[in-house]
């Protein structure tokens, strides 16, 4: 990579396989900008027509939990049972549920 490519943002690329389905990431790229990341996305990530929208989101603007800690980040939502509908009466005709 070149000195100018080496200092471009790094960019994670999440693509919708089909209408009705979530966006899945599938993979990272390098680029100058917001819009050279939505292109090269597309040319490397959708070349057999495998998408119908794609995301490029900076790696930098991303935060996320860490594996490690797991167990008490997601520990408060055990003592929520109203988050989980095991005591409501469900109708049969109710659908995907």
């Known amino acids: 990579m070149s ?9 994670e690329v999440f ?7 979530n966006h899945v990431h599938v ?6 900008d917001d819009r050279m ?3 090269a996305a597309r040319d490397l990530y959708t070349r057999r027509n495998e998408g119908v929208s794609l995301w490029v989101v900076r790696s930098d ?3 996320a ?10 520990a408060p ?11 409501y009466p469900i109708p049969e005709d109710v659908p995907h549920i």
Do not use: N
């Open 27 to 32: 993979g990272s790229l390098h680029a100058a």
């Open 77 to 87: 939502s055990g003592d929520k049972v109203y988050r989980h509908p095991t005591f």
């Open 61 to 63: 603007a991303i935060t």
């Open 65 to 74: 939990s860490s594996p490690d800690e797991q167990d008490p980040f997601f």
């Open 15 to 21: 693509v919708r396989p089909r209408r009705g389905l």
């Open 3 to 11: 000195g100018e490519r080496a200092s471009w943002p790094l960019y």
């Open 37 to 39: 990341a939505l292109l």
